[in-house]
C-alpha cells in the first residue's frame, strides 16, 4: 500500500532561517514523488516533483530510496513561503491517482 | 483557459438532501480526479477518472457518486448527505499518468 508521512502539522521558523519539511513515504514500486503548496485563499498548485529536479522558488527536494524521504529545503525562508504544503507519491511512470500525506502548515514569521 | 472550474464555491445542505458538485476543465485532460480536505486528514481521494465513460473509486468512496460522460465535466453526487461529509471538495485535472495535477478553487460544503 502507499503511504506518505509529513510528521509536523505546524512548523515555524523566522524569516531568512533555514526550512525542512519532511516526507516520508512507503511504496513498494519505483516512486515518483511530488510536493504541491497551497496558499492563503489560492488553489493547490504544484511546487517541485523529484524527477525534474529542478529548484523552484529557492525550494529544493531530492529523493532518497535508502530512506524512503522526500524532503523539502529552502537555505533562507520568505514571508511568502508561509502555506500549507503537501507532499504526494504517485508510481514512476505515471499513475492515475495519487496519495498525499495529511501536510504541514509552515509559518515564516518577520 | 478557465483551466479547472468548480460550482458552486459554498454550500449548506440538510441531513439527507443531495446535491451535485459541478467540476469541468478546458485544457483537454484525460484524467480527473475528486478529493475532499479536513484538518488533520489531508487531501483524500474519492472517485478518478482515467477517460470520458470510466471511473474508478479512490481512498473514500462511500457515500458519492461520479460519472464522467464528457473529457471536460467530472461531477460528483452525494445522494443523502451525512454530516461527516462536511468538508473541502478539491476537483483536479492532469493531462495523461505522471503529469501535474491541476486543482480547482474547491468548493467548502456544510452538512448540517
Known amino acids: 500500500a502507499q503511504r506518505v508521512t509529513q510528521p509536523e502539522k505546524l512548523l515555524s521558523v523566522f524569516k531568512g532561517a533555514p526550512v525542512e519539511l519532511k516526507c516520508n513515504y512507503s511504496y513498494s514500486g519505483s516512486p515518483e514523488l511530488f510536493w504541491y503548496v497551497q496558499y492563503s485563499r489560492q488553489r493547490l498548485q504544484l511546487l517541485l516533483r523529484h524527477i525534474s529536479r529542478e529548484s523552484i522558488k529557492g525550494f529544493t527536494a531530492d529523493l532518497n530510496k535508502g530512506e524512503t524521504s522526500f524532503h523539502l529545503k529552502k537555505p533562507f525562508a520568505q514571508e511568502e513561503d508561509s502555506a500549507m504544503y503537501y507532499c504526494a507519491l504517485g508510481r514512476q511512470g505515471g499513475s492515475e491517482k495519487l496519495v498525499f500525506g495529511k501536510g504541514t502548515k509552515l509559518t515564516v514569521n518577520p | 483557459n478557465a483551466g479547472v472550474t468548480q460550482t458552486p464555491k459554498f454550500q449548506v445542505l440538510k441531513t439527507g438532501q443531495s446535491m451535485t458538485l459541478q467540476c469541468a476543465q478546458d485544457?483537454?485532460?484525460?484524467?480527473m480526479s475528486w478529493y475532499r480536505q479536513d484538518p488533520g486528514m489531508g487531501l483524500r481521494l474519492i472517485h478518478y477518472s482515467v477517460g470520458a465513460g470510466i471511473t474508478d473509486q479512490g481512498e473514500v468512496p462511500n457515500g458519492y457518486n461520479v460519472s464522467r460522460s464528457t473529457t471536460e465535466d467530472f461531477p460528483l453526487r452525494l445522494l443523502s448527505a451525512a454530516p461527516s461529509q462536511t468538508s473541502v471538495y478539491f476537483c483536479?485535472?492532469?493531462?495523461?499518468?505522471?503529469?501535474?495535477?491541476?486543482f480547482g478553487p474547491g468548493t467548502r460544503l456544510t452538512v448540517l
Open positions: 485544457m483537454n485532460h484525460e484524467y
Open positions: 483536479a485535472s492532469s493531462r495523461d499518468r505522471g503529469n501535474e495535477q491541476f
